[in-house]
């Protein structure tokens, strides 16, 4: 069945720094990627999303390339800020439902 | 734009005792999800609405977990009884082709 993978937590990193949470996919056929984020206390929202192969989704600074050569859709982000710190999870959406199967998520916590 | 409304925020019940949980979903999205979240785990499936209708329930443990989504608009989650293992984040989502989360309702079961 259709899975999520991604790069076990926590993460810490000073600010500025350079950013990758891993997050690689198995899936049937073409299923749309995304990355969530979930900001201490509140809900998930999603921070950026792909729906095809070699499409790049981007916001906020943050950029993830759904490769379907390597099953993967690693999140960067060139220069990381504390208000950054949250937990990020990784998901894919297929199937004939299209619901949301989410990886287990990677805590990022930033210092100044 | 409002959000997906989810209530209550936080709830603490004894071991086989019921408790229900509410969703309302975004205006105009047709698809409800209903998510468990474990605490150090990501969200997952229990229950898809495509309007009233449910669309996937087989993760849910239909021998203590309900829902319905009447007129195709609000939703309820009920747990009877509710286990220990049951404490999690109950959280709904609608979507029209993106999914957009509530805040979610944490369970504490004693």
């Known amino acids: 069945g259709n899975s999520v993978t991604q790069m076990e937590g926590p993460v810490t990193l000073s600010e500025e720094a350079f950013l990758t949470i891993n997050c690689t996919y198995t899936?049937?056929?073409?299923?749309?990627l995304f990355w969530y984020v979930q900001y201490p206390g509140e809900g998930l929202q999603l921070l950026l999303k792909?729906?095809?192969?070699?499409d790049k989704g981007s916001n906020k600074g943050f950029e993830a390339t759904y490769r379907k050569e390597t099953t993967s859709f690693h999140l960067e982000k060139g220069s990381v800020q504390v208000s950054d710190s949250a937990v990020y999870f990784c998901?894919?959406?297929?199937?004939?439902?299209?619901?949301?199967?989410f990886g287990k998520g990677t805590k990022l916590s930033v210092k100044p | 734009e409002a959000g997906v409304a989810q209530s209550p925020r936080y709830k603490i019940i004894e071991k086989r005792q019921s408790v229900a949980f509410w969703c309302n979903p975004i205006s105009g999205h047709a698809t409800l999800y209903w998510y468990q979240q474990i605490l150090g785990q990501g969200p997952k499936l229990l229950i898809q609405?495509?309007?009233?209708?449910?669309?996937?329930d087989s993760q849910l443990p239909k021998d203590r977990f309900s829902a319905e989504r009447l007129k195709g608009v609000d939703s309820t989650l009920k747990i009877q009884p509710a286990k220990l293992e049951d404490s999690a984040v109950y959280l709904c989502?609608?979507?029209?082709?993106?999914?957009?989360f509530g805040q979610g309702t944490r369970l504490t079961v004693v």
């Open positions: 792909a729906t095809k192969a070699d």
């Open positions: 998901a894919l959406s297929g199937g004939s439902q299209g619901n949301l199967i």
């Open positions: 899936a049937t056929g073409y299923p749309s």
């Open positions: 609405f495509q309007n009233n209708g449910v669309v996937d």
């Open positions: 989502a609608s979507s029209l082709r993106v999914a957009f």
